[in-house]
């Protein structure tokens, strides 16, 4: 079995934990996992990435000892998924088909999209709401613009971070607020995690700044909120895009915590991968 183990080592003094708190807990963004698998493929093929059925199972808490995080990839069937031991058994906090892609999209229509821009929007994500607490690298959303069939957000990395994009393709608070801004300001009294994307495609590294156009698929309700996206550069180049990313609303983090699972998976939105492909 083509087989290979990493080990994801993760301290509370890294700025992604430091600034990323969901109830008082440390949580990586399942942003650093895309991140993780883009350079992966970037450094040993040369290669952007894309991943299919990417599924968020339970959140990655880190706390003060030491955890054991593994990342298994199996490169024969294009599988990966991110474990950490608890208690004596292995956790799954997500898991994917990844193949690697060398064909670039088409450039974004950067001005006509500029041109539907309709109300605009200065967004200030409060850095700590009680539920949920982010430091000063998730203050990169500049303005949000309505458009015909949806959002036009434009990004920038706080010039004191600019450093960060030197080890980063997909930074992960960038990122992070580039897909997750949009569920959280259609329904702003409630708190959305990452549940699925059904194709994530990874083509360059994100720049300081960027814009991510996103629109709303239909059908969906307040417990679920999908939505296509693109990320691109000034220029329209094509940074990343996902087909279809699903986030799923959460009353409360530690009930969600304690139930580890997401219900939507048992009602058939998305399907787990059997653990037993990785033993």
Not at 10 to 33: C, M, R
Not at 74 to 93: C, M
Not at 144 to 170: N, R, S
């Amino acid at each position: 079995e083509d087989l290979e183990i990493y080990a994801l080592r993760f301290s509370l003094n890294d700025w992604v934990l430091q600034e990323h708190k969901i109830a008082g807990n440390h949580i990586v963004p399942g942003t650093v996992y895309i991140d993780t698998m883009t350079r992966l493929c970037r450094d040993q093929y040369d290669s952007a990435i894309c991943i299919d059925t990417l599924t968020f199972l339970t959140p990655l808490v880190i706390g003060e000892e030491s955890s054991q995080v593994q990342l298994k990839i199996n490169r024969e069937e294009g599988y990966f998924k991110v474990i950490s031991l608890n208690d004596g058994r292995w956790l799954t906090h997500c898991e994917g088909r990844f193949r690697c892609i060398t064909k670039q999209p088409q450039d974004a229509p950067v001005a006509e999209l500029l041109a539907q821009c309709g109300e605009e929007f200065h967004i200030d994500l409060p850095q700590n709401d009680g539920e949920t607490a982010v430091g000063p690298r998730w203050s990169c959303c500049k303005t949000l613009h309505a458009c015909k069939d949806g959002y036009l957000l434009e990004l920038e990395l706080p010039e004191a971070f600019a450093g960060d994009l030197q080890q980063y393709i997909y930074h992960p608070s960038l990122a992070d607020v580039s897909v997750n801004l949009a569920a959280q300001f259609n329904y702003n009294s409630n708190l959305y995690l990452p549940l699925q994307y059904k194709r994530l495609s990874v083509y360059r590294t994100l720049p300081r700044s960027f814009y991510c156009y996103y629109r709303p698929l239909p059908g969906e309700g307040r417990e679920t909120f999908s939505f296509t996206l693109q990320m691109f550069d000034r220029d329209g180049h094509v940074l990343a895009e996902a087909e279809e990313y699903t986030t799923k609303r959460v009353e409360h983090f530690q009930s969600f915590f304690a139930n580890r699972f997401f219900q939507s998976l048992k009602n058939g939105l998305g399907t787990a991968f059997d653990p037993a492909e990785f033993r």
